[in-house]
């Protein structure tokens, strides 16, 4: 029995004890590892449009185009299927060829753990590798070795019903005392500030990175810090004044009663439809807004900080391409993976800029856009998280937190010792 | 060839498949619950801290209690209502062939699309709360999925709303073995209704309790399809069970071999209680 065959079926034993996960659903890919010849399997998160315009569909048909007799076959998958998913490619030895993955730490199938773990192929010899920013290098590998090309750009931000939100007079706030104010006056009205949809955790991680990237300007370097074993959650000013923030927030209504309660789904169409004026999301959010509701105009604003000076956005790279090692298609997958690098192959979404300037986003953005030129983004903290298990319980901390368990302390803790669990 | 090999031969394929993709994977994944293994680099072995650590963390301990609660009030709930439901339509009652098909068919479908069904309808602006706000009982809506209590106590309805009718069919199958002759006799006797259940009911349908208590017990402690497809585990973590944690370690977390162990602990768990279970309730049988 070789030692992929005693993997795949000790994958089979932990992977379907209770006879349950069977049922949890997965990718539409999974049986694909026959394909051999020249098509290439492309595996990423949906994001942004679904269909023939999705920046990913567009790229691999300019591949196939470049590249006759190749075939490329993109899987997407939503981004909380996609991860447990490729985690199963990868250790069962049966991996796309070419993944979509987060940069950095943050979760299993991020670069560091894959790149440590020797998951995926070295790329430091493509070109686009000699020209990355610096400031990326770090969650791109180690020693030197790149392992991902940084391919989504992406900001997290406040997505509002402009349309609702003109038609009712209501203004964005600047400040976080103007946002609680707004609470209250869009509560007495009937309805909800900010559309959100708790009853997935996965959810409440934007929320709470918008909030950080508020009140960490004092300490602009923990996450380096936390990661060197310097200071902790507990002991930051600043993580515990996001939480607290968050926690008078709920209180004050900005979420509605219930936010635990609400899907993702719900909270959606209150914001489509203008019950609520805001959400908190990315920026491939704001078309998928308004592909729900074409007769509305959305946006993107950043979420307000103590003041307008302090108002700082969460945004960086944070996907890029990875060639698994066990890959099948090794060779042509750096070949895309170098194709996606061109400039002239960049999808409508912001992509990564060799030249160190700031990413132009699109024209919904135009409120973020300043930020970026003042450098008033800070990265994703999670990208230097070790272990997938912090933004887990940071993440059912706050859900709790929501429903009525726990407090801000008791979340940083938890994170501490998520933290220390290896 | 001898005769007596023939049977053997006849076997030999589906054992060959069942060694080969169920005991291999399953003596394998046993084997991971005492390693570090994190689905991508070697194993290494580190005796029971796996085990310990389910025993001596909030996040297992959590777990394994939301689990036993859970199946506790599953196991009863599912057979009162599936007995209730057997006694109801086990009599002359002109509807009875349509009601039990109506009962059951919530059995034949996927427990994933149930709860999202369910998702749907207890949602804070989801068709419960507003029937009780349309009827004038505002007050009695809730956030269902959004608080610990009324979070465990939907993933319950959930699972006893699907499966009380399978439930029920074992019963019917009980009461309908049972001689209609001996009611008569107690009738004549002068034994009322409630006699008769509990002298001739009760004990001759102790077998169809000692099954439906087996495998609701079963299915109890290892429910995950509705808590992930209605709560995932949430809020916060007031109904993450033993089933789900090993998906999400194993999964989420890349930590295969604590998942293991949590697999091991739950199929140790499960054998033990049916164990004990069918023989208390075999002796009672006598």
């Not at chain 1, 991996?95 to 950095?104: E, L, M, R, S, W």
Request: with cysteine; net charge negative; glycine share 10%.
């Amino acid at each position: 029995m070789t030692r992929g065959v005693r993997r795949l079926l000790a994958l089979g034993a932990a992977a379907t004890v209770a006879l349950a996960l069977g049922a949890c659903g997965s990718s539409d890919d999974g049986g694909s590892g026959g394909d051999g010849g020249g098509t290439l399997r492309v595996a990423a998160p949906v994001l942004g449009p679904k269909g023939p315009d999705n920046p990913l569909n567009v790229l691999a048909r300019r591949f196939e185009s470049a590249n006759p007799g190749t075939k490329v076959r993109v899987t997407m998958t939503s981004y909380e299927q996609y991860d447990p998913t490729l985690r199963v490619q990868i250790s069962g030895g049966q991996p796309p060829d070419v993944i979509q993955n987060a940069i950095g730490y943050g979760s299993s199938t991020s670069t560091l753990p894959l790149a440590r773990a020797n998951a995926l192929a070295d790329l430091s010899d493509s070109p686009w590798a000699r020209t990355l920013p610096e400031s990326l290098r770090e969650t791109l590998g180690f020693d030197g070795r790149v392992f991902t090309l940084p391919g989504v750009y992406t900001i997290i931000g406040a997505v509002y019903n402009r349309t609702a939100m003109e038609a009712d007079g209501v203004r964005l706030p600047t400040s976080y005392d103007e946002l609680l104010t707004l609470c209250r006056d869009v509560r007495a009205s009937g309805k909800t500030l900010i559309a959100l949809g708790g009853l997935v955790d996965y959810n409440i991680q934007n929320l709470i990175f918008t909030q950080v990237a508020a009140t960490m300007s004092d300490e602009p370097d923990f996450a380096q810090r936390r990661l060197d074993g310097e200071v902790t959650f507990s002991e930051s000013p600043g993580w515990l004044q996001a939480l607290e923030q968050l926690k008078e927030m709920d209180e004050t209504g900005c979420f509605g009663d219930d936010p635990a309660a609400v899907s993702v789904d719900a909270a959606d169409q209150r914001l489509a439809t203008g019950k609520s004026y805001m959400g908190i999301g990315l920026i491939d959010r704001v078309p998928a807004m308004e592909a729900l509701n074409p007769r509305a105009r959305f946006g993107l604003a950043p979420m307000p900080g103590g003041s307008a000076d302090q108002t700082r956005v969460p945004g960086g790279a944070v996907l890029g391409f990875s060639v698994p090692a066990r890959a099948k298609q090794v060779e042509l997958a750096k070949r895309f993976v170098d194709f996606a690098a061109e400039p002239e192959n960049a999808g409508p979404l912001p992509a990564v800029t060799g030249d160190g300037g700031p990413p132009q986003l699109p024209p919904y953005a135009s409120q973020v856009q300043p930020l970026l030129e003042e450098e008033r983004v800070v990265p994703f903290p999670d990208s230097l998280w070790p272990s997938p298990e912090v933004s887990a319980a940071m993440r059912t901390g706050m859900q709790g937190m929501l429903s009525g368990q726990g407090d801000p302390r008791a979340i940083l803790k938890s994170m501490d010792s998520a933290w220390s669990s290896d | 060839m001898r005769r007596a090999r023939v049977p053997w031969l006849f076997v030999a394929p589906a054992l060959l498949l069942y060694a080969a993709f169920y005991l291999a994977p399953t003596l394998l994944g046993a084997g991971y619950a005492f390693t570090d293994w994190n689905g991508l680099e070697s194993p290494s072995f580190v005796g029971l801290d796996n085990f310990s650590r389910i025993f001596g963390e909030a996040e297992g301990l959590g777990a394994l209690r939301h689990t036993l609660v859970l199946c506790v009030l599953y196991v009863v709930a599912v057979n009162v209502v599936g007995l209730g439901l057997a006694v109801g339509l086990h009599g002359a009652l002109k509807t009875r062939h349509v009601l039990r098909a109506l009962f059951f068919a919530p059995v034949v479908v996927s427990p994933l699309a149930v709860a999202y069904v369910w998702k749907f309808i207890l949602d804070p602006e989801g068709p419960l709360n507003r029937g009780l706000e349309a009827i004038g009982l505002g007050t009695l809506a809730q956030p269902w999925l959004g608080k610990p209590a009324t979070a465990t106590a939907a993933v319950l309805v959930t699972m006893v709303w699907q499966f009380s009718g399978w439930s029920m069919v074992i019963y019917l199958a009980g009461l309908q073995s049972i001689q209609a002759e001996l009611y008569e006799a107690a009738e004549i006797d002068g034994a009322g209704t409630w006699r008769r259940f509990v002298d001739i009911t009760r004990p001759l349908l102790l077998p169809a309790l000692t099954i439906n208590v087996s495998l609701s017990l079963i299915a109890g402690l290892m429910v995950f399809d509705q808590v992930i497809a209605l709560t995932g585990g949430g809020p916060g973590t007031a109904t993450e069970t033993i089933a789900t944690q090993v998906y999400e370690q194993a999964l989420v977390n890349g930590r295969f071999g604590y998942s293991a162990a949590m697999a091991l602990t739950l199929a140790v768990a499960v054998g033990t209680l049916s164990f004990v279970q069918m023989r208390a309730m075999r002796r009672q049988e006598g």
